[in-house]
């Protein structure tokens, strides 16, 4: 699990608004990828959020960059 803070990004709906396309951008401030500590970095998202299902879900890919 990481934290962090957004950054930036945009999410489009689909026209009845139940579907949402999300691409977002984050700083990462810590956490966990498969058991290691992570400090830093950054990363983007992009997946969907659906409101098709209750509760809603998001699905998606996170790319981490490591802190330069």
């Known amino acids: 699990m ?6 930036g990004g945009k999410v489009k709906w689909n026209e009845d608004g139940t ?4 691409k977002a951008q984050m700083a990462i401030s ?3 990828v498969k058991g290691e500590p ?3 970095g950054s990363g983007s998202f992009a997946g ?19 802190p330069s």
């Open 19 to 22: 579907v949402a396309t999300v």
């Open 38 to 40: 992570v400090t830093g």
């Open 48 to 66: 969907t959020l659906s409101h098709l299902t209750f509760p809603p879900t998001v699905e998606g890919k996170l790319t981490r960059e490591p």
């Open 2 to 7: 990481l934290f962090g803070t957004f950054t």
């Open 30 to 32: 810590g956490g966990s």
